[in-house]
């Protein structure tokens, strides 16, 4: 999936929950109509029943107004960006809809570079912010 949220896509899908209005649900924030509730993806376990989860979890997210969805690399083991990669392609949304947060320089197992520039690249043997 490739893109990234727009203001047009953004007050389309706000556009499509007007009960949300009244009550100033959705906010603007650098030209972006975004839901003042986003859905996290932190903790939980690795299995399939976390797993399906979260994927059912996101769609229903979407489903009911929230565009914000907050996800990183190291948050179980990057369990959690596969599972709201699944609930994406199931929602079929328009990408420039929704807002995805991440976060940079956190490594998983199998993703530490085998050739880096220096030895304190990798800090703890987790966390890289070099290019």
């Known amino acids: 999936m490739s893109s990234f949220a727009t203001p047009d896509g953004t007050a389309r899908y706000a556009a499509r929950f007007p009960q949300h209005d009244s ?11 975004l839901s003042s509730l986003g859905l996290g993806s932190y903790l939980g ?12 979890s996101t769609i229903a997210a979407l489903q009911g107004g929230i565009n914000v969805i907050d996800t990183s690399l190291n948050y179980r083991n ?3 960006e596969l599972n ?5 392609r199931q929602a079929a949304l328009p990408r420039d809809e929704f807002a995805v947060c991440t976060k940079a320089g956190y490594l998983v197992p199998g993703a530490i570079p085998t050739s880096v520039t220096s030895p304190n ?6 966390h890289c912010m070099t290019p």
Request: proline share 0%; aromatic share 8%.
């Open 78 to 80: 990057q369990s959690s």
């Open 23 to 33: 009550r100033a649900f959705f906010r603007t924030a650098q030209g972006l109509h």
């Open 121 to 126: 690249d990798v800090a703890g043997g987790m």
């Open 84 to 88: 709201i990669g699944a609930a994406l």
């Open 45 to 56: 376990n690795m299995d399939e029943a976390t797993d399906d989860g979260y994927t059912r």
